[in-house]
């Protein structure tokens, strides 16, 4: 055995000492103070005694919690994901009764609820105390990261790995072009700012440029344009498909699936990840055969469906199981403080956010981001080849607080510490890794279509068509992505339209549909895409009613005499092939909305009626069709300028003054970027190579 083994092993074993005597001192420090917590007999015991039963119940809690609980947690994933990280403080507390039962002194008991806090107490204590010896060697610290993650494939500690680099997609969901530019310049994220800074007489070590999306401005599209090279026929979040009756929802599991297949089958390629890819937190795979929290596969069973693996992953490791759980109660209690502040100060706009949102934000800020980036660890230790992984935090977070709220600038705080912690691994990591953070889409704020008006949108088609209005306006669904997660994690179905994938209305009604600020409007009666004709000859006031109302900007529609048509306020009327940025209907939506509104016009499952919400050209407010206040989905403001950042050591993605535009352009700037890290080929199909030198 060589002397560097000695000196790890050596090393090791300080540490195991040092961590147990850590344990040790907080157990006495909380028999001290806890009423029901005691380390004594009743008679009293000398202070050795005391200290002996003190230094035996921290190893013995320590040993159980390295032999049984990972075994308790597998075990534990036949529940939902979600109810394990609730379960967590009960397991911990149940170990630490355990190891006082077992104790060879014979001595130590505890009430239940205390045993919970004396053990979360202990692992925090181990986990930080291990964590600042284990930092100062890299050997140890890469052995502890493979144990966060769960993650045994590749080269060792101490071996080399590929010498060829490679990348680590790292997606902030909702993040805008200007919103990450605010937060760099106000020190809101140091990390991004470092990447962004000349230093050592060098230039940065990173770019900023925004890109911008297609008409349908949200996860669903630009991370499947991404991640599979298409979004065609993706028109919106969720939209009504006629000869299926099925609402295609892209946060549902079966919906992602199939959109997932679509993709494959139009492209001729898995994706961007399949050569020894990973796909963590995502919509969709990429084609990647290492899968965590993926919504694709989340509707699967059997051994091939790895999503429950990304937790236990994280779970198995009890200081961090502990850690993400107070982290969770922690944010619970944060969104219930700051949702009271804003309703006692009556801020406007203002949004519910009471039931089950606290649970579902603190779903998305820890449990979600915490699992994430820890299988993103274990990934780049590993080794492999190219990584995709979506945090959702800031985009939850800014539906219900807004793009520019602090409860927002507090969650970019903390993504930015996530990318530090990446940085680090890097450097850890047995190859080189090439980090770009990209968005999917931005967010535009403003009050809610509902708010202003004092009705929805599927009342006023309603009204429009002379169909009975009810008085009480129903909640549209929220198209936020942790929803999504959290049910399946839950494994209950994202439903729609009260309870079923498919329309529940008589077919003889209107199917109104909200995607942020876009709204779509089908007749499931008629089995093609209707005319404007035959519209006006059905219900001659409805379209009328939707383009001359103060909320909507443009309304497109299919026509018989001009294929398509955009309609305005006053009677506007202009053929899809006749649009023009900056002018008529399109005049406040900005450069690029024609393009988007003719390519989503040639797509099979367009609605009959796709109805794009007022925009202000100067403030990019924009009043969504869902009860959010931060939104996107449609054209108009910031929602549509999300942001790539990218290591200068890349080729630029785009020429000088150019502009990259559309989620399908980032896909072959990705595949150029995997091939000049000089790792294993992902194979190009013919059509993707000539899209690529077009490029």
């Known amino acids: 055995m060589g002397r560097g083994r000695w000196h790890s092993l050596i090393g090791a074993g300080g540490r195991s000492i040092a961590v147990w005597a850590a344990s040790t001192v907080t157990m006495l420090v909380l028999a001290g103070i806890l009423p029901d917590f005691r380390l004594q007999s009743a008679g009293g015991d000398s202070a050795t005694r005391i200290a002996v039963t003190a230094a035996a ?23 939902p994901a979600l109810v394990l990280g609730l379960l967590v403080f009960f397991l911990n507390g149940s170990l630490l009764l355990l190891a006082l039962r077992v104790n060879p002194s014979g001595r130590g008991e505890a009430a239940p609820e205390t045993a919970v806090v004396v053990a979360a107490a202990m692992s925090a204590v181990a986990s930080a105390t291990g964590a600042a010896l284990a930092v100062r060697d890299d050997d140890a610290y890469r052995r502890r990261l493979y144990r966060l993650a769960a993650r045994r494939r590749g080269p060792a500690p101490g071996q080399d790995g590929p010498a060829t680099p490679g990348a680590v997609f790292v997606q902030l969901d909702g993040v805008g072009h200007d919103v990450l530019r605010t937060a760099v310049d106000r020190g809101l994220m140091p990390t991004v700012a470092s990447w962004l800074t000349p230093s050592d007489g ?17 996860t669903g599209a630009s991370q499947l344009g991404i991640l599979h090279g298409s979004n065609h026929d993706v028109p919106a979040f969720r939209w009504y498909e006629k000869e299926s009756r099925e609402v295609m929802v892209c946060n549902r599991p079966t919906s992602a699936a199939e959109l997932q297949r679509r993709a494959i089958e139009r492209t001729g390629d898995g994706g961007l990840l399949t050569v020894d890819g990973a796909s963590r937190g ?25 999503s429950r693996a990304g937790y236990f992953a994280y779970f198995s490791d009890p200081a961090g199981a ?13 969104e219930t403080g700051q949702s009271t502040r804003a309703r006692l100060a009556r801020q406007r706009p203002r949004v519910g956010r009471g039931g089950l949102y606290p649970f579902v934000r603190a779903f998305a800020t820890v449990v979600e981001r915490d699992v994430v980036v820890a299988a993103v660890i274990g990934d780049m230790l590993a080794g492999r080849n190219a990584v995709y992984a979506d945090l959702v935090a800031y985009d939850e977070v800014a539906h219900h607080s807004g793009p520019h709220s602090r409860d927002a600038e507090q969650v970019l705080r903390k993504l930015d510490r996530s990318l530090a912690l990446l940085a680090q691994v890097a450097e850890h990591a047995p190859r080189p890794y090439r980090i770009v953070v990209l968005s999917d889409h931005g967010q535009s704020p403003g009050e809610t279509f509902r708010s202003r008006y004092g009705l929805s949108l599927g ?30 994690a839950l494994r209950r179905p994202v439903e729609e339209n009260g309870g079923g994938h498919r329309a529940t209305r008589r077919r ?44 909507v900007g443009f309304v497109l529609v299919r026509s018989e ?38 390519r989503t016009h040639s797509f099979p499952h367009t609605a009959d009626i796709m109805v794009n919400s007022w925009c202000d050209p100067a403030t990019g407010e924009v009043l969504a069709f869902e009860e959010q206040i931060g939104s996107h989905g449609g054209l108009g403001g910031a929602q549509g300028r999300p942001f790539l950042l990218w290591p200068v050591t890349l080729s630029a993605p785009a020429g000088d003054g150019a502009e990259l535009v559309g989620a399908e352009r980032l896909h072959h700037v990705f595949r150029r970027w995997l091939r000049e890290c000089d790792g294993p080929q992902v194979p190009l199909s013919g059509r993707e190579d000539e899209g690529e030198r077009a490029a």
């Open 459 to 488: 009342q006023l088609v309603r009204a429009g068509c002379a169909l009975p209005v009810p008085r009480r306006v129903e909640r549209t669904h929220s198209g936020a992505e942790a929803r999504a997660a959290v049910r399946a």
């Open 322 to 334: 502990v850690r993400t759980a107070m982290s969770f109660v922690a944010e619970v209690g944060r």
């Open 508 to 551: 003889t009604e209107p199917v109104v549909l909200a995607s942020g600020n876009l709204g779509l409007v089908s007749f499931p009666d008629v089995p093609h895409r209707m005319s404007k004709e035959e519209i006006d000859r059905r219900h001659p006031a409805l379209l009328p009613t939707l383009a001359e109302h103060p909320g």
């Open 561 to 598: 005499e001009h294929g398509g048509v955009v309609l305005g306020a006053h009677g506007v009327e202009v053929p899809v092939d006749r649009l023009a940025d900056g002018s008529g209907p399109l005049a406040d939506f900005g450069p690029g909305a024609a393009d988007a509104v003719r």
């Open 282 to 306: 995502n919509l969709f795979s990429g084609g990647a055969d290492q899968l965590a929290l993926v919504l694709s596969v989340a509707a699967r069973r059997g051994r091939e469906n790895r």
């Open 202 to 218: 060098r230039g940065p070590a990173h770019r900023l440029t925004a890109w911008r999306t297609d008409w349908s401005s949200q």
């Open 57 to 79: 119940g921290a190893g013995v809690f320590g040993l159980l919690s390295a032999l049984v609980w990972p075994l308790l947690v597998r075990l534990l994933l036949l529940v």
